[in-house]
């Protein structure tokens, strides 16, 4: 089997290829092959034990798509995509990334009669824009409030009008917020939702922007591997013509995210968040959903998290070589 | 105010035409010039007693847009596009069409940033994809069944994402099928809902190829057209950043729709339509949606027939000259 990584250098295309890596299978299948595109030049891993190609180019650009296909990989991850703020502010690269891109993608799939690979698109839940009901159901409308969210629901209809022609095979997943990404804090209106564990884990202080009470859809990096990694091997025929699904996460306030550090890595950590609220940043974060019914998507086997502790004793196990500062 | 028809040749194009030269004026002004444009000529009328141009182009050829919107039309009808049977035969002249041309439309009137007009966006019910609620709320979800759906959806994403950019000023209306369509029959699966009252009431036997258990959502073409003067003159900050609605129509069962015709036209003429099942039309009707609460655009001021007898009263009006067959 033979997959293709479009996105590979960032921190989900990084944790997936480990993840591949790592498990020598996908969707039930040897992996033999492995080919790893971005913008920039992903690494390549080390003692991987299988073949590995590596690309970086601007798959915006006529002909990319078709230099990454050419080789016929089984399963496609499409991770690849200009991020919400940037397209926000840049609105000709955001539509020709994440809208022309995914579409020429698509077209050179199909453009080869006998190819049909499974496509796991990486959508977002920025295709939704408020207000919103309580929780929402997986029936809600598409309104979205950003070009990203424009550009990502675009691309979802692609997707399932591509597939339910049969011109490909594919699965798109909203993923919730990343949390707790690692890296470096950034200057994302989310960011606070990662920061204020992060950062008190590895001994510095964090800002939280909001109210405790606010509430957020969250999913630690490897829930969102394991949605990628189901949706690779789901059966297309149970999915049937809605491709597009909302992954489970967590809802849950940012209070509880504070005590749930508490108990884990004690007062003194917990202490190292700092209460500033923000109102260009809280408002921002109104407009954002705050709980899903996923019921499609556990029905089909994805998993959330189990409780957001896991996820901070996740985070320490896989970014802080088990280390609490 | 100069008005800019976008597909002025069809039948919705030519009646709404005739609507405002008859009024005489749109949103509130006084209309002094009409530009009329299709991939046909579109026939000028007589003794308008204003301003008017026609252009026959292909609309999704690069430039094409440009020439229509350079003499700034304060408001734009967009109701050119490639139907939905022909899209799905022909997949790439639907994109062409109805993805590809509407987006350049959009990008030549975001390129003049001093203009900013209404755009007025006819959507269409096939944004939905079976299984339905029994009756469809404004916020069910988008899950197009045809290629057309898809492109129309993309439509509306591109649509809403200008309009809250401030590049022009959109608003997209998802019409119910129209009944009762003047002209001759078609071979559109839909075509039998025209049928049974068109065909009996100019003399001729009709096939209904369904139950008359069959509920549909339906329109007429003066309702239709009322939908479009009224999306005209809306005000966009009642709208808000939600800018696609589904039409007010009437869910009314094929056996009814024939009850109203007997009670218009009396038995002689109901009689003549006849029931010849026909399992494949059976088939693609099931899938189309039956109700909607269309709460959104009643509360904008949207209205719907009052009843079926009015729908079949006002197409002996407007298309038989008052007489039945």
Redo the contacts between chains.
């Keep these: 089997m033979h997959v293709l990584i479009l996105g590979a250098a960032g921190m989900i295309g990084r944790k997936l290829t480990d993840r591949i890596i790592a498990d020598g299978t996908l969707a039930g299948r040897k992996v033999t092959r492995l080919t790893l595109h971005d913008v920039v030049m992903p690494a390549t891993p080390a003692d991987a034990g299988i073949e590995i190609e590596t690309f970086a180019s601007d798959f915006s650009v006529p002909g990319a798509a078709g230099k990454l296909i050419a080789g016929k990989p089984d399963v496609i991850f499409h991770l690849a995509a200009i991020v919400s703020g940037e397209a926000e502010t840049d609105?000709d690269k955001g539509y020709r990334v994440n809208l022309d891109a995914t579409r020429m993608l698509f077209e050179v799939i199909r453009a080869d009669e006998s190819y049909c690979p499974r496509v796991v698109f990486t959508s977002s839940l920025a295709v939704f824009?408020a207000p919103f009901p309580d929780v929402i159901p997986?029936?809600?409308?598409?309104?979205?409030?950003t070009?990203y969210g424009?550009q990502k629901?675009?691309g979802e209809?692609?997707l399932?009008?591509f597939t339910?022609?049969g011109m490909f095979d594919g699965i798109g997943i909203r993923l919730p917020t990343i949390c707790v990404r690692p890296g470096m804090p950034n200057k994302a209106a989310s960011g606070f939702f990662s920061g204020i564990i992060r950062e008190p884990l590895a001994g510095a202080e964090a800002v939280l922007p909001v109210s405790t009470e606010v509430v957020h859809w969250l999913a630690s990096p490897r829930a969102a591997i394991g949605f990628l990694i189901h949706a690779a091997g789901l059966d297309g025929k149970a999915l049937g013509?809605?491709r597009n699904l909302t992954m489970p996460g967590l809802g849950i306030s940012v209070g509880d995210m504070i005590a749930a550090l508490r108990e884990v890595a004690g007062e003194k950590v917990a202490a190292r968040v700092r209460q500033e609220r923000d109102p260009f940043i809280e408002t921002i974060v109104a407009g954002w959903p705050s709980r899903f019914d996923t019921r499609r998507a556990y029905d089909l086997g994805f998993t959330a998290d189990a409780d957001f502790k896991s996820i901070i004793l996740a985070h320490i196990e896989d970014e802080l070589g088990g280390q609490i500062a």
Excluded: Y
């Design positions: 609105f824009g997986d029936d809600f409308h598409l309104t979205p409030l070009s424009a629901a675009c209809m692609l399932s009008d339910r022609k013509p809605r």
